[in-house]
């Protein structure tokens, strides 16, 4: 069974860091691209990049490209979502999903919330 | 970037009814477009993809229609576990654009 399974919600201050996960099981975690898309509250779904985990090789959004880093440690079948510094703008839930382009599995989400 | 439009942003329906959700790319995508349901506190679900293909597990009153710029899903006869919101992505290329969702609430 396919599963996608991301760490526990945050709570953060403006300009602290995070990391967050997404842990792949059930597949071959270095055959399929893994995405993240943000859902702001009460917003709808963006699409914030994807990366390959064999090579690592990653594509931002425009609306994201340097405000995050997505990276991925294949041995450990693992994606995470990175910010530097965190702003009040950033509190939303986090999603993972598998893409072809298509997001079939999705994980659970990370609630992230940042508040001072 | 290829823009995604939803219309409408909201829908009111009653059970059994017959609902059509419109999604519009800026240029062509081909057949590269995905239907989501999202249930609220809960991650989206495939329901369609590349525009008309019924994921598994999904009951057959969905279906999805379209290419090159203008896409819709409809669902037959709506039930009540139906009502959600809907979102449509394109596939083409990157970013992988969504929709801003359809809300289909009870009428």
């Known amino acids: 069974e396919v599963q996608l399974v991301q760490s526990g919600a945050e709570v953060k201050k403006p300009g602290e860091s995070l990391k967050i996960s997404c842990k792949g099981s059930g597949y071959s975690f270095t055959s399929y691209w893994i995405a993240w898309v943000r859902q702001m509250p009460g917003k709808g779904l963006e699409w914030m990049g994807i990366i390959y985990p064999d090579d690592s090789d990653t594509t931002y959004s425009p609306s994201f490209q340097g405000q995050v880093t997505i990276s991925a440690d294949k041995s450990i079948s693992t994606a995470y979502l990175q910010w530097n510094s965190l702003k009040a703008s950033d509190t939303a839930m986090y999603y993972c999903a598998r893409s072809t382009g298509t997001f079939e599995y999705w994980g659970q989400g990370t609630l992230v919330t940042v508040y001072s | 970037d290829i823009q995604m439009t939803q219309s409408p942003s909201s829908l009111s329906a009653s059970v059994g009814d017959r609902v059509t959700i419109t999604c519009r790319a800026s240029q062509t995508i081909s057949t590269y477009l995905n239907w989501y349901q999202q249930k609220p506190g809960k991650a989206p679900n495939l329901l369609i993809y590349?525009?008309?293909s019924l994921q598994s597990g999904v009951p057959s009153r969905f279906s999805g229609s379209g290419s090159g710029t203008d896409f819709t899903l409809t669902i037959s006869s709506l039930q009540p576990e139906d009502f959600a919101t809907y979102y449509c992505?394109?596939?083409?290329?990157?970013?992988?654009?969504f929709g801003q969702g359809t809300k289909l609430e009870i009428k």
């Open positions: 992505q394109q596939s083409h290329s990157t970013p992988y654009t």
């Open positions: 590349g525009a008309s």
